[in-house]
T-cell receptor, first 114, second 114 residues
Framework: SQTIHQWPATLVQPVGSPLSLECTVEGTSNPNLYWYRQAAGRGLQLLFYSVGIGQISSEVPQNLSASRPQDRQFILSSKKLLLSDSGFYLC?????????????FGPGTRLTVT | AQKITQTQPGMFVQEKEAVTLDCTYDTSDPSYGLFWYKQPSSGEMIFLIYQGSYDQQNATEGRYSLNFQKARKSANLVISASQLGDSAMYFCAMRGSGYSTLTFGKGTMLLVSP
């Protein structure tokens, strides 16, 4: 069966510091991968998605970036965090072209920028 | 562009009763998919049910059913025989075109009382 991992689970970082959040998927190949952010009490905002290694699409311009160095690894980064980057970050995967449409989410990372 | 509207910020239901969570959508795509996710206090997004725009039958998954009314552009979630563990945020989402990105509504908080 498929499993999706995210770490760290929680993170407190000062403004201006760098960020690296990691997401890995097990039990599937060639997944589509997604990064979402959820502000407190709000819905999910899609940040990035990837259909393959090195292929990244950005949905919202911001100071965040994403990379996919391996098939089942997706990384969210920032060089300098802003207060507005605080939120709950969720990684999700979806089976490739031969799979269904539903996305499956990881446990999330709660980021607080101070 | 897709849009999902969930007009109920909060709903209350007694244990063992049925509850309907509303979702309306707007899209110009002839083919689309509709999803419901549950987000308990732990934060993880749990996939519940999926309805394709060309599906003739309403989707059902255990106690969850999706009341799909295409002409009204609504995709309401019906939970039968509510349980205390059903207390959570519920999000309606729609699949967009391209690489199956999802657009989420703002969610409905469901509280189930004994």
């Amino acid at each position: 069966s498929q499993t999706i991992h995210q770490w760290p689970a929680t993170l407190v970082q000062p403004v201006g510091s760098p960020l690296s959040l990691e997401c890995t998927v097990e039990g599937t190949s060639n997944p589509n991968l997604y990064w979402y952010r959820q502000a407190a009490g709000r819905g999910l905002q899609l940040l990035f998605y990837s259909v393959g290694i090195g292929q990244i699409s950005s949905e919202v311009p911001q100071n965040l970036s994403a990379s996919r160095p391996q098939d089942r690894q997706f990384i969210l980064s920032s060089k300098k965090l802003l207060l507005s980057d605080s939120g709950f970050y969720l990684c999700a995967w979806r089976a490739g072209w031969t799979g269904g449409d539903e996305q499956y989410f990881g446990p999330g990372t709660r980021l607080t920028v101070t | 562009a897709q849009k999902i509207t969930q007009t109920q910020p909060g709903m209350f239901v007694q244990e063992k009763e049925a509850v309907t969570l509303d979702c309306t959508y707007d899209t110009s795509d002839p083919s689309y998919g509709l999803f419901w996710y549950k987000q308990p206090s732990s934060g993880e997004m749990i996939f519940l049910i999926y309805q394709g725009s060309y599906d003739q039958q309403n989707a059902t998954e255990g106690r969850y059913s999706l009341n799909f009314q295409k002409a009204r552009k609504s995709a309401n979630l019906v939970i039968s025989a509510s349980q205390l563990g059903d207390s959570a945020m519920y999000f309606c989402a729609m699949r967009g075109s391209g690489y199956s990105t999802l657009t989420f509504g703002k969610g409905t908080m469901l509280l189930v009382s004994p």
